[in-house]
């Protein structure tokens, strides 16, 4: 019950990001690039001292530091950027298929050989996402900010690709929010200086949920995840993830009043549908 409880409010947790993303932007509170910009510093804060509080100590060198800093800027940008027309739970479902995706592709192109059932979960997840997609009627989201998304999913995709060779996960992701923090408030600097006009300053209401998402929701998140995570079989983990887009969509609903229409409810069928089957395969 207890491992139970433990996974139920992680993914509670990952689909929280959604919601507050969202929240932020939707009234004008914060701007996307402000809001990307402070969740990565206050995740960096929580996990940092994580770290310390574990470890003792700091480290900011590891294998793949690079490729898992440079995704995990895709990811946040292109997640913030996204939610500033995209429902949440029309973002989170884009986002976790694009993910799934990734990974299959990934591992495919790393020498694993799925066999009939994971690819034909792929190919159903693929082609939901693409029915939920296709231009040209009237439900159909913004095409920029969907792709925006799916960049975010093909970032967070390459991330975890590129975790499954850390030594310790919660020291790797401590590091990569750190150095992606840094590169973000020296790029976010930049373009404030540069620009010839400003966005409104942020309220007081989207700086918290940006700090909400970054130092909770994401930091404390992740590294409930990762303690966690020994205890799951790898289909389960991965079968969990499964409500993410559910518990986005439901919240959305309830609290943002989002609406959910046939197209989504089908659309999020075919997608997580295809990822179920892809992930209780034997091979």
Known sequence: MR????TSLTMIAFAANSILNRVALADGDMDPIGFGVLRLVSGASMLGLLMIWQRRSLSLRGAGRGIG???LLVYIFGFSLAYQVLDAGLGALILFGMVQITMFAGSWIGGERPGAQRWAGAALAFAGLCWLLWPGQGLAPSVWHAVLMAAAGVGWGVYSLNGRRAGSPLADTGGNFILASVIALFGY???L???ETYAAPPTAFGVGMAVLSGAV???LGYALWYSVLPQLRGSTASVAQLTVPVIAIAAGSVLLSETVGLRLVIAAA????????AVTSRR
């Open 3 to 6: 491992l139970f409880l433990l």
């Open 69 to 71: 800093t440079m995704s």
């Open 189 to 191: 600097g930049a373009l």
């Open 193 to 195: 200086l540069s620009a």
């Open 217 to 219: 929701t994401s930091g």
């Open 270 to 277: 075919l997608v997580l549908g295809g990822v179920l089957l």
